[in-house]
């Protein structure tokens, strides 16, 4: 009797967590003899708590899948369309030039040596402004997708004469005036703008390949002699 009456509670409890029955109110003896209605609360949650402990057991055998956020890559070359190749490595270059804990940020010590060197010297609450104009996630010390922000802004006249980072961006050397955030008024005149930003990136590719190419064999010619000077001496 016993073996049934358990056998018949658990189909019940299956039904329920499967949805096929509604938990509902039973009657039954408790040790002090009186007789009380179960709580559909007390189904419910024991409902939620065996679908948690499924799901572990799935984890735990391979079955489930953990979800993850996913990372978006940052491309600086499709998201700021606006600079060369050219530029953005000019920019990469400097970035990396001042990022002396290598951890691929500028904080806000590496920012002032950084304006020393450049002969603009800023007060620590001036480097903080600094910062904080182009922090979009406020770390409190830019990426590199956040120091390229300094020169859009900059190529795009949104930043004060006066400001920090348009002193920064002034002195860096780096040419972004000819440039500029370009903008589309049609259609058409975007998709000719693309074409163009297709063309030129292509463009922009094949001669960093010639110039590597220009490089390696000047390398050889190099060698060549080299080897040419030692046999004469031989």
Do not use: C
Request: no cysteine; hydrophobic share 35%; aromatic share 6%.
């Amino acid at each position: 009797m016993a073996t049934d009456e358990l056998s018949s509670k658990l189909n019940r409890r299956l039904k329920i967590e499967e949805g096929g029955e509604h938990p509902v109110a039973v009657e039954g003896e408790h040790e002090n003899g009186s007789s009380e209605p179960e709580k559909p609360a007390t189904a419910n949650a024991d409902s939620e708590l065996g679908a948690k402990l499924q799901r572990r057991g799935e984890l735990n055998e391979g079955v489930g899948e953990h979800h993850q956020p996913s990372m978006k890559v940052f491309n600086p070359y499709t998201e700021f369309k606006e600079f060369s190749r050219k530029q953005i490595k000019d920019m990469e270059r400097m970035f990396k030039q001042y990022d002396s804990e290598k951890d691929n940020f500028i904080d806000l010590m590496e920012l002032k040596l950084m304006m020393e060197k450049l002969g603009a010297p800023q007060t620590h609450l001036g480097l903080k402004n600094m910062i904080k104009e182009v922090d979009e996630d406020l770390d409190g010390k830019l990426s590199f997708r956040e120091f390229l922000l300094i020169f859009r802004k900059a190529a795009a006249g949104e930043l004060a004469e006066d400001s920090g980072l348009q002193v920064l961006a002034r002195l860096s050397e780096i040419d972004v005036s000819t440039e500029g955030v370009k903008g589309a008024k049609t259609f058409f005149e975007a998709k000719v703008q693309a074409i163009n930003e297709s063309n030129r990136f292509e463009a922009e590719i094949r001669q960093e390949q010639e110039e590597k190419k220009k490089q390696a064999e000047d390398r050889k010619q190099r060698q060549a002699a080299f080897k040419n000077l030692q046999s004469a001496f031989k």
